[in-house]
C-alpha cells in the first residue's frame, strides 16, 4: 500500500470551515453544516485554505474510510454554497393525488382513492414545494434532501396491485447538486 493516501480539500471563496475535536460546521452562502466526524486513525486538519484528511496507519480500512470522510465533508461545502435538489413527478391514471405540507410530514391524500392520507417524514431543514404536477425537494444536507425524496417515493409505494398496470406515485425526474 502506498505510504502517502493524504487528501485535501480546496475550500472554496466565501466558506468558512471551523474544526472543533470532532465537530466540523461549514458555513457559506446558502447557510450553515454541522457534522461529527470522527475514525480511529485518521486526522482532520484545517492547512492553509484547505481541508486535509491524513492516516497515521494507512491500513485498507482507515483508506476507504479517508475517501468517505473526504466526500462528506465534499457534499457540506456543495450543500453551502449550490444546496441540493430533487425534482419528483407525480403520476396518476384516475384518482388526483393531493398533496399537503403538514410540520415536518408530506400528506398524500386520495392515493389510489384510499380515505386514509399516506404520510412522508421531512427530515432536517429540507423544503418541500409542489407544484402542479411536480414535488421539490431542496436543502443544504444531501442526506436530508435525499432520504426526503425516498420517503415520499416510499409512501406512494403500490401493493397488492400489478405495478405494470398501476404505476400511480411521486417518482424521483431529477437531481442537481
Known amino acids: 500500500m502506498p505510504k502517502d493516501l493524504k487528501r485535501t480539500l480546496d475550500i472554496p471563496e466565501g466558506v468558512t ?33 484547505q481541508v486535509t484528511v491524513d492516516s497515521s496507519k494507512p491500513r485498507k480500512k482507515q483508506a ?7 466526500s462528506h465533508i465534499n457534499n457540506m461545502i456543495n450543500g453551502v454554497t449550490g444546496g ?3 425534482r419528483m413527478k407525480i403520476v396518476y391514471s384516475h384518482f388526483p393525488i393531493q398533496l399537503k405540507v403538514v410540520g415536518d410530514h408530506l400528506n398524500i391524500g386520495n392515493f389510489l382513492g384510499e380515505k386514509k392520507p399516506r404520510k412522508a417524514k421531512i427530515r432536517g431543514n429540507t423544503k418541500v414545494e409542489t407544484k402542479g404536477d411536480e414535488v421539490i425537494v431542496s436543502g ?13 417515493q416510499q409512501a406512494t409505494k403500490i401493493k397488492r396491485f400489478d405495478p405494470r398496470v398501476f404505476q400511480d406515485g411521486i417518482y424521483v425526474v431529477e437531481t442537481t447538486a
Open 17 to 49: 470551515v471551523v474544526l472543533e475535536g470532532n465537530t466540523i460546521s461549514v458555513t457559506g452562502p446558502r447557510g450553515s453544516s454541522v457534522r461529527e466526524i470522527w475514525y480511529p486513525g485518521i486526522v482532520i486538519a484545517l492547512e492553509d485554505n
Open 64 to 70: 476507504a474510510m479517508m475517501g468517505t470522510i473526504t
Open 84 to 86: 441540493y435538489t430533487y
Open 140 to 152: 443544504i444536507a444531501i442526506e436530508d434532501v435525499g432520504q426526503t425524496a425516498a420517503n415520499i
